[in-house]
């Protein structure tokens, strides 16, 4: 079992920044991969990031790359998802997820609900 709990929302104006935090206990063997995606209302669910625990190597989708960055403080047991140049359709819940270990670590995975752990998620609200 594993337990998510982000942090860091807010509201900004466009061209501002969030680190967004997420707080993960429980197994560190179910918690292999981990990264983010985000859900705004009316819309799919959008994969952002993933890093992987061992080597820390990191995915993002084309549509935020450059503007994201994902780290981990494994001592801290803390993912963090850093947002720059923030933008009005950048409003959405944002979601902190794990999946284990035996699948490899990209975005999408954390998508499957069968296979990854999901947080409450945490609100980012962009004006113009």
């Known amino acids: 079992q594993v337990q998510l709990v982000e942090s860091g929302g807010g509201s900004v104006r466009a061209g501002g920044s969030l680190r967004l935090s997420c707080a993960a206990s429980?197994?560190?063997?179910?918690?292999?991969?981990m990264g983010w995606f985000r859900q705004a209302p009316g819309k799919e669910r959008e994969a952002l990031a993933s890093?992987?625990?061992?080597?820390?190597?990191?995915y993002a989708d084309s549509s935020v790359k450059g503007r994201v960055t994902i780290s981990q403080d494994n001592a801290k047991n803390t993912l963090y998802l850093q947002l720059n140049s923030l933008e009005p359709d950048d409003t959405a819940t944002y979601y902190c997820?794990?999946?284990?270990?035996?699948?490899?670590?990209?975005?999408?995975?954390?998508?499957?609900?069968?296979?990854?752990?999901w947080g409450q998620g945490t609100q980012v609200t962009v004006s113009s």
């Open positions: 890093i992987a625990g061992d080597d820390s190597t990191t």
């Open positions: 429980g197994s560190i063997y179910s918690r292999y991969c």
């Open positions: 997820a794990a999946v284990g270990g035996g699948m490899g670590c990209f975005p999408g995975l954390l998508l499957r609900r069968d296979l990854a752990s």
